[in-house]
């Protein structure tokens, strides 16, 4: 009866005789036959100890029975089979598909059926479903060496792996194998520190940085502690980790390599070496280093002073050479400085003088020649202040220079905008934030009229009501009216007094 293909009777209710009679090899024919998947798997594992043929019948069955089945008896068949139970996991995360029933194989003795060859093959066809990695790395608590196999597999093969199984896999990496008596003598532990670098190098997105630094830090990985301190930017914590290890040519090294980024870093290296008794020349190294143009400006001398002046032991010879050739240096800042301001005062005591000749006195016109055409100037001409002479044809605008007309207007546009930035605070702040002159950049803005955000537009009314001129710079650009003249260009007529006046106010 109970050998019949067809169920005339209570199928479980049959399992459960044969096993309690102790007829596994019926009990395990009829929960295979009848697909009763937990009774089979019951029976091989608790009652026949078969761990390998259980893990080969998981695999035959549709993903969520084998989902179920591996979360039930996952952690047993771990401790069992290993191997063929990770490689189990890593298909049920990856590519998994049913496997094909094996045909039957005889029985070994016992009662046990022996495993069918060539059950873990790669299955053949698409994926359908996957499983979550995550919810499998308990089994492998006491596994460390297949925990590592299985998260390279996942991590490899699936682009989308959480970020949990990068900071497992890194902190299997770096812990201490079992049974090593030290970390550093396991002859294992230079390729596991090796991949453990690689992981931190390429998959900077993959895990947390930060929980991986406090990995790195526990397990004294030093090289891993340097290079995620540098992608997190903390570059004085990679200094001050070479101060507690008082490597002097690392510092010096890392004040080199991220000295641009973070200037301060020259100074928290001063500060170190001026508190040590054997450090002078590493002081001279430095000191030498601040003397670089883009290091002038962020870092003032008397700071530097300051600093060494803590230490009475420090030698004036160690500062000497330093103190020097900044002096030398602002010498020749404040004579060029000087030079400059020397220029442009003369330069604005000429253009006042110009401007004031412009509005009072007559002005000559002797421009023999049209300034459009170059021919020679004939009647009717028209002559502007800007010294620019034209035919009356070649004028296009009787009112405004041809020659003048687009640095008068760029002129205008620049004075126009400096006003309205003026009062823009966002800027000003923002430039102070990211030059490395500050004083410069709050030089500059003084010279824009940052207190007198108004000073364009005075310019503007008092030359409509008076006459007046606009800013020295760009007075004599826009001083631009024309007259006519009745005598010939070639006599050279005083043409401010005979020619008709414009309605320009700067003529």
Known sequence: MVDSNEANFDVETAIKVCRQAGYYDKALSLSKQFQQHDWY???????????????????????????????????????????????????????????????????????????????????????????NPEEYIHLFVEQP????????????????????????????????????????????????LKKAEDLLKFSWHSYNPDHALVLCKTHCFTKGVLLLLEKLNLYHDILQHHMENKDYLQILDACEKYGEKEPNLWMQALSYFSCRDDCQDYITTVLSKLDNSTLDNLIPPTQVIEILAQRPATKLSVVRDYIARRLQQENALIQEDAAD?????????????????????PVKFQQSKCSA????????????????????????????????????????????????????????????????????????????????????????????GAGGVAA??????????????????????????AAPRSTNPFV
Do not use: W
């Open 145 to 192: 060496f297949y925990l590592t196999q299985f998260l390279e597999y996942i991590t490899t093969h699936c682009l989308n792996a959480s970020q949990l199984l990068y900071d497992t896999l890194l902190e299997l990496y770096l812990q201490d194998p079992a049974g090593a008596a030290s970390y550093h003598s396991d002859p294992g532990s230079e390729e596991r």
């Open 373 to 464: 055409c170059s021919r020679t100037l004939d009647l009717p001409a028209i002559h502007f202040l800007c010294k620019h002479s034209f035919h009356q044809s070649c004028a296009e605008n009787e009112d405004e220079c041809p020659v003048c007309a687009d640095d008068n207007r760029e002129t205008l546009e620049r004075l126009r905008s400096r006003a309205e930035n003026a009062t823009l605070n966002d800027p000003f702040f923002h430039q102070i934030e990211k030059t490395s002159d500050g004083f410069g950049a709050i030089a500059e803005y003084f010279g824009h009229g940052i207190f007198q955000p108004n000073l364009f537009m005075q310019h503007e009314d008092s030359a409509a």
């Open 41 to 131: 798997l019951k029976i091989q594992i608790e009652d026949q100890k078969n761990f390998k043929e259980a893990v080969n019948y998981i695999q035959t069955l549709p993903f969520a029975e084998a989902e179920n089945n591996v979360k039930k008896y996952g952690k047993t068949l771990m401790t069992e089979q290993p191997d063929i139970t990770t490689e189990l996991l890593t298909r049920m995360c990856t590519n998994y598909a049913a496997a094909p029933v094996a045909p039957a194989a005889p029985s070994a003795p016992g009662g046990a059926p022996a495993a069918a060859a060539g059950i873990l093959d790669e299955p053949q066809g698409p994926s359908v479903e996957k499983a």
């Open 472 to 497: 020295a710079s760009a007075a004599a650009a826009q001083a631009s009216a024309r007259a006519r003249v009745v005598s010939a260009a070639s006599q050279g007529v005083a043409a401010a007094s």
């Open 341 to 361: 301001i020397k220029k442009l005062r003369k330069s604005a005591e000429e253009m006042r003088a110009e401007l004031e000749e412009l509005r009072k006195g």
